[in-house]
């Protein structure tokens, strides 16, 4: 009988667990629709931005891009990690410190690293591993284009001072609820040509191109960063979305494994007790 109250005590905790997962899977479905919403919408802008500026660059026949498209030799490398406050979301954070822990000891092998952790996931990972961390984990709860806009303006000052030499940013692009893909974008020095302009249209700047092209690069790179938040975010909640669907599932068919083990359990217990009986009643009539 003792095994039969393990059991039932398994049962019980395995039903409590299938309705947290499910709750937060459901949680998750609601902030997913949101949060895609977001990405949806600024992802036009944020490319046809990006596309007046190569636009731009490529017209203006290798002119210095300014302050933050100036090449110097690597020595100081400061990576934006964007991951998660909380876990429960399957890869998500594991695939981003991963690929950053080969970028550190291949693309960055020799030089110095430091993290900005966008989530305390990453934070916490890279403070563990000894590397110089500047945490970032409230953005998360306070998410705006302003509070992102004063984080890339904080990475372009400490780029313009030589604090560093190259600035990339590391997150998960969301392609769709069940697939995120780590991305990795250089956010200074400016690439000013990365590719030939795909845009025929002809624009007519004013004042001139070189002034409009040195207001659009700062506005250019606070809306990148804040694309990746939005992307990283809508990743986070389709991640967990599919976690929690998947333990969700996990859960059941483990509950009903445990049910058909109480069963057979049970009625083992009820077959020996019978057998105990009739046996006792043959001892007593012979």
Request: proline content about 1%.
């Amino acid at each position: 009988m003792a095994n039969l109250k393990e059991i039932r005590e398994r049962i019980t905790s395995v039903n409590s667990t299938m309705q947290i997962t499910s709750a937060m899977k459901m949680v998750s479905a609601a902030k997913l629709k949101r949060a895609q919403d977001a990405i949806t919408q600024m992802r036009p802008y944020a490319e046809k931005l990006q596309e007046i500026l190569i636009n731009l660059n490529s017209s203006l026949e290798g002119e210095n891009d300014g302050v933050y498209g100036t090449q110097r030799e690597v020595r100081n490398v400061l990576i934006v990690a964007v991951t998660s406050n909380r876990g429960l979301c399957g890869g998500f954070n594991n695939n981003i410190i991963k690929h950053i822990n080969t970028l550190i000891a291949g693309t960055y092998a020799g030089k110095n690293v430091s993290v900005m952790g966008i989530g305390k996931k990453s934070s916490d990972f890279f403070s563990n591993q000894g590397l110089n961390v500047i945490r970032k984990d409230s953005l998360h709860t306070d998410l705006s284009f302003d509070n992102s806009a004063k984080i890339a303006e904080e990475i372009m000052e400490s780029f313009v001072d030589e604090s560093y030499d190259e600035v990339i940013v590391v997150y998960n692009k969301f392609k769709n609820a069940a697939v995120q893909v780590v991305t990795t974008e250089q956010f200074l020095p400016v690439q000013a040509t990365e590719g030939e302009s795909t845009s025929t249209t002809e624009y007519i700047y004013e004042p001139n191109k070189e002034y409009i092209v040195s207001e659009l690069i700062p506005k250019s790179l606070k809306t990148q960063l804040y694309k990746g938040i939005l992307d990283s975010v809508a990743s986070e909640h389709g991640a967990r979305m599919t976690a929690m669907h998947a333990a969700t599932d996990n859960a059941g068919a483990m509950k009903n494994d445990l049910k058909l083990t109480y069963n057979k359990a049970r009625q083992a217990a009820i077959t020996t007790e019978i057998l105990e009986i009739v046996a006792g009643a043959e001892a007593l009539n012979g």
